[in-house]
């Protein structure tokens, strides 16, 4: 029996699902607006139905848009796969891969290394953003998989504890709390802190360690990066508190001190989190096998327990 649909017409669906805009679905594709939306229209016709909810230029979808969603999202993905196959390529196609800052710029690169040189060919696109925005995309199906700080309540999303992390409280050496063995609540109080930006997971870890304390916290900067937290603390504008991770080679040259604080607790999990409707392919399977494989050998224990159901 012959399909009433093309895989073009779900990549046009898709593509007009993720801008909720026709125009810039076709750009995206690379075609006229007029012949996207005649492909999206008959798409609609063939099976007398609507899909999107049309208000102005906007095209949201509707409750069966987002049925259908992630079932036309797996039967393209499945189509690449057979493509790939035919070709004798890869078998992991185009990842398109969500991580937080510190997890991005210290972790994630070196798992894209070892996907791409298992198999050569492979695209690999790699977003940066807070957990907010990282989670937002991957529950609407524009990033594959997310690789976040921050703890979430999604119902659309699976979220599994990865590996274990820390933050660290730091000052410059010449600060006056370097001299300092272990902070108090008075000197927390005290400090000039320079600190991430709300909807980040360090930040939603460090308020969570910080309870009691948060409404009387004398915060000079909040900053999107930590690299800029970094510099502004060597500067002596303040006190940060970050990933040990994002802290390591600072730590060696000297340039920043950690700040022993045995009274709050800032340990924290990393997690992965996919859409629960998600289809795995080989290539996001590989990369989930391949994030498991780069956890230290003393928290693997830890991580191997049961997904966490959003």
């Not at 399909?3 to 006229?32: D, P, V, W």
């Not at 899909?51 to 049925?67: M, P, S, T, V």
């Not at 594959?144 to 979430?152: A, K, Q």
Request: a negative charge.
């Amino acid at each position: 029996m012959a399909l009433k649909y093309t895989l073009r017409q779900l990549e046009i669906f898709l593509a007009t699902a993720h801008t909720e805009n026709i125009s810039r679905a076709a750009e995206n594709l690379g075609m006229s607006q007029s012949a996207a939306s005649s492909a999206l229209g008959d798409f609609e016709q063939q099976f007398d139905i609507r899909l999107f909810d049309r208000a102005g230029k906007r095209l949201q979808l509707n409750e069966l848009g987002r049925l259908v969603q992630p079932r036309a999202e797996e039967v393209l993905e499945r189509a690449r796969e057979l493509e790939l196959a035919l070709g004798h390529h890869s078998e992991g196609g185009p990842l398109k891969v969500g991580a937080t800052l510190s997890i991005g710029n210290y972790l994630a690169v070196n798992i894209i290394a070892r996907y791409m040189a298992e198999q050569p060919g492979a695209r690999v696109s790699l977003e940066v953003a807070n957990t907010a925005a990282i989670s937002h995309k991957v529950s609407h199906f524009e990033l594959d998989v997310g690789l976040i700080e921050g703890e979430i309540q999604h119902p659309d999303l699976e979220v599994t504890p990865w590996r274990d992390d820390e933050l660290v409280i730091f000052c410059a050496p010449d600060h006056p709390l370097a001299r300092v063995k272990t902070l108090g609540d008075e000197q927390l109080l005290a400090a000039t802190w320079i600190l991430r930006e709300h909807g980040s997971g360090t930040r939603q870890a460090f308020d969570r360690a910080m309870h009691g304390l948060i409404p009387d916290l004398n915060i000079l900067l909040e900053l999107q990066h930590t690299e800029a937290i970094k510099r502004a603390v060597e500067a002596g504008l303040g006190i940060g508190c970050l990933s040990r991770i994002t802290l390591q080679d600072a730590f060696r040259r000297g340039s920043l001190v950690p700040l022993a604080v045995p009274g709050r607790d800032l340990h924290r999990h990393l997690y992965l989190i996919l859409h629960r409707q998600k289809y795995r392919g080989a290539g996001l399977e590989r990369w989930l096998e391949l994030c498991r494989d780069t956890v230290p050998a003393q928290t693997s224990q830890a991580n191997s327990k049961p997904g966490l159901s959003a």
